[in-house]
């Protein structure tokens, strides 16, 4: 009996079988991207919960922030949502706890009501986010994060417990207005060439700039031209003095280079230009921008816009150089932040430029007075062969004479 009593304390003793809850990041959850400001109701990420065991009733969930002393500047409201009835629809009713605002002080952003996850099912939350109006966080990104561990709280500590040690971090939101792309043109050259020098409007380079087509959940718009900076790397600072004028030219959609008779001037540049002709050793860097740039048509998401650009070369010396453009050389009217051009590639190229002095022409096979003939040459050998002609047929005919009289 005593054994019975003791065999019933030591059951009532040992720990009830836990209920057990994973939580991760839904494989849902898209890659990086970006969004323009005042952009709401924005996912940035899905995560799923599974119980085993029995269900497990979670009473809070802590989300962290990155760059979270920028947060309260980029974001007006955070939101999640418990997809309770597993409709794959998250509706007003299924919110957890009330919005959540970042304070630029602390990374966390905690949500305070019931979440049930049944025995054996799986269940989807989702985190919205509205974003603000401030455009000082122009290039700012963002990434939310939950450690299991430590973020979710349980309703009943005792016989539930959480399985999962990875922290579940969500896609990247980078803020921007437009994201763009450089492209080379189909007329780009792509091998080394020679100029001679005086070379005027030479084709140095043929470039596109794209504006990629936001696809979800970003939706940015296209992008407004300030300006375009054209590089020209030469072999040593002291050939920098050939170049004399870069011009910037629209395509005119045939991708061969016609200047004047087909490409659409948009402004040349010169070293008088001084504030936009800057010269750091070896390297030449032109700014085209003003009104011609602000006026061209804007670049709408979706659609490109194709650029040539003009080289003219001065006297000696023999130089070599390479014209290219940057991404970084492209900004927009919003800036390079906001403006974002993609980093590959970085850069567009022209190939290499060789300036010199055209050879003299070749000589001829057969040089005069080396067994050529001049004019002033035939004309004495036909002299000679009238003279030697006429003497023969006198001689024949003075012979002929003497035979008859004989």
């Given amino acids: ?213 936001p696809t979800a959940p970003g939706q940015l718009q296209g992008i407004d031209l300030n300006s375009i900076t054209i590089s020209i790397t030469c072999a040593s600072a002291a050939e920098t003095g050939v170049v004399t004028g870069l011009t910037l030219w629209q395509d005119d959609g045939d991708s061969s280079f016609e200047p004047g008779s087909g490409e659409v001037l948009i402004q040349s540049r010169s070293p008088a230009d001084v504030t936009k002709w800057i010269i750091s050793t070896n390297v030449v860097n032109v700014t085209f921008d003003g009104t011609v740039i602000q006026n061209l048509t804007d670049i709408p998401s979706g659609s490109a816009s194709v650029f040539w650009v003009g080289i003219s070369f001065g006297g000696s010396p023999d130089a070599t150089c390479e014209v290219l453009v940057n991404r970084t050389g492209i900004v927009g009217a919003l800036g390079t932040d906001a403006d974002w051009v993609v980093t590959s590639p970085s850069f567009i190229s022209g190939d290499v430029i060789s300036v010199a002095t055209p050879p003299p022409p070749a000589p001829s096979a057969s040089p005069p007075g080396e067994g050529g003939c001049s004019s002033t040459e035939t004309s004495g050998w036909y002299l000679l062969v009238v003279v030697a002609t006429a003497l023969f047929v006198t001689i024949c005919r003075n012979h002929s004479c003497k035979r008859k009289r004989l």
């Avoid at 979440?115 to 989807?124: E, Y």
């Avoid at 990875?166 to 990247?172: C, D, G, K, L």
């Fill in 1 to 213: 009996m005593r054994a019975f009593l003791a065999a019933i304390v030591l059951l009532f003793a040992l720990p009830l079988a836990a209920n057990d809850l994973a939580f991760n990041l839904s494989g849902v959850t898209g890659p990086d991207f970006g969004n323009q400001l005042n952009d709401t109701d924005v996912e940035v990420a899905r995560f799923v919960v599974q119980a085993s065991g029995g269900a497990v009733q979670v009473e809070a969930i802590t989300v962290h922030v990155s760059n979270f002393a920028l947060a309260d500047e980029a974001f007006t409201a955070v939101r999640l949502f418990y997809d309770a009835n597993n409709n794959s629809s998250f509706e007003v009713g299924e919110q957890v706890g009330t919005d959540q605002v970042p304070n630029g002080t602390t990374d966390d952003l905690t949500f305070t009501g019931t979440v049930t996850a049944p025995n054996g099912g799986i269940r989807s939350l989702q985190l919205r986010v509205d974003i603000g109006t401030n455009a000082t966080v122009y290039g700012e990104a963002f990434d939310f994060s939950v450690d299991p561990q430590v973020d979710i709280a349980l309703n009943d500590t005792v016989n539930d417990q959480i399985t999962t040690m990875a922290v579940a971090t969500s896609n990247t939101l980078t803020i921007r207005h437009s994201e763009n792309q450089l492209v080379p043109g189909t007329g780009n050259p792509a091998a080394p060439r020679t100029a001679g020098h005086g070379s005027s409007n030479f084709p140095a380079l043929q470039f596109i700039v794209s504006s990629l087509t």
